[in-house]
């Protein structure tokens, strides 16, 4: 799981360790394991928020682990077209190649490290396929897609795309050296990641050597999450234990305690972590398939705009780029 390293981490910034005695401590209050899946046109997926309520992962709505597998040639597969309303779409690759495309002119490549960040906002459509070099060769494909909650004032505003190169990433390390600390979107102790949001939050990837504690200052007003991509360890004061699909849900407090166990499985020889947090939106949610609304007549006049043509068109150079064109009908809007 290389994504975005560094040849010697004690030339990295340090995150100052929250002071003990003035601290609050977010104590752990769920950990769920993610059941696995299949998604688009057949890529293995852990569906990470599953079994968690989604008041506690406000703004947050769903998170897929894709892979990690080892694609033989021939067999990496992607999604075909299809559409989104009202939310925020964040593809983070750690391992592999992906290609993005959408009808608002938006797309790239994103392989080690790079993020791909498609506002939805009022309408679009959009396709995820791996690149046909890897379709021939096979190889190793690992990343995560998250899909962040746009509250009521933004769900119409006009689509865009950040395409978040791995070299943007603010890298920083834990007090001793054991953890190294990815800072996507958000901030930790004064470092901005490159992601620009529209809900205030916080997205992390942490690999910790075994035995290494890293302890992170959180904002009072986020939540906080904790999902393992591999690996074992322990989190929360209480150093409740969590392995490989598993995620934390953290109660209040201004920080987050992460530690590695001291024996790692051998595929997997440190702890990586991705921790989320953000503002709780506190609105109502209506999600049905590819649109997170607020109420259930939106969710039917997305069906509809979908329908109508009016979430964009499939762009004619699609085919040039071997994209497949066929648009998923995702699903039926409730009570038709």
């Given at each position: ?26 104590p ?30 406000d ?19 992607g999604?075909?077209?299809?559409p ?164 934390a ?25 991705l ?11 209506a ?5 997170v ?40 809007p409730?009570?038709?």
């Amino acid at each position: 799981m290389p994504a975005v390293s560094v040849p010697d981490i004690t030339v990295l910034p340090r995150i100052p360790e929250p002071d003990p005695l003035a601290a609050r401590q977010r104590p752990v209050r769920q950990v769920t394991t993610a059941p696995r899946g299949f998604e688009g046109e057949g890529f293995p997926v852990r569906r990470a928020f599953m079994g968690a309520d989604l008041a506690d992962l406000d703004p947050f709505v769903h998170m897929d682990q894709m892979g990690e597998v080892e694609y033989a040639p021939g067999e990496p597969k992607g999604t075909p077209w299809h559409p989104h309303r009202g939310f925020e779409t964040v593809t983070y690759v750690m391992d592999g190649t992906f290609e993005h495309q959408d009808s608002n002119g938006g797309g790239g490549v994103i392989t080690n490290g790079d993020t791909q960040w498609m506002t939805a906002g009022a309408g679009i459509l959009h396709v995820e396929k791996p690149p046909e070099s890897l379709v021939v060769s096979g190889g190793l494909f690992h990343g995560i897609q998250l899909w962040v909650n746009l509250p009521r004032a933004q769900k119409w505003a006009a689509p865009r795309y950040q395409d978040l190169r791995a070299s943007e990433v603010a890298l920083l390390a834990s007090p001793d050296g054991g953890a190294l600390v990815r800072v996507i979107a958000g901030e930790v102790a004064g470092h901005p990641g490159p992601g620009s949001t529209y809900t205030p939050m916080t997205f992390i990837h942490a690999t910790l050597a075994p035995t290494a504690r890293l302890v992170l200052p959180w904002r009072e007003d986020h939540n906080a999450l904790v999902y393992v991509l591999s690996g074992r360890g322990a989190v929360g004061a209480e150093r409740r234990p969590i392995g490989t699909g598993q995620l934390a849900v953290f109660g209040a407090g201004d920080a987050v305690t992460i530690q590695a166990d001291a024996v790692q499985e051998s595929r997997s020889p440190s702890l990586d972590v991705l921790v989320l947090g953000g503002r709780p939106i506190g609105e109502p949610v209506a999600w049905y398939g590819p649109f997170v609304m607020n109420t259930r007549a939106e969710l039917l006049q997305a069906f509809e705009d979908y329908r109508a043509g009016r979430l964009g068109s499939v762009p004619a150079i699609a085919s040039v780029h071997n994209a497949p064109t066929t648009i998923v009908e995702s699903g039926q809007p409730p009570g038709s």
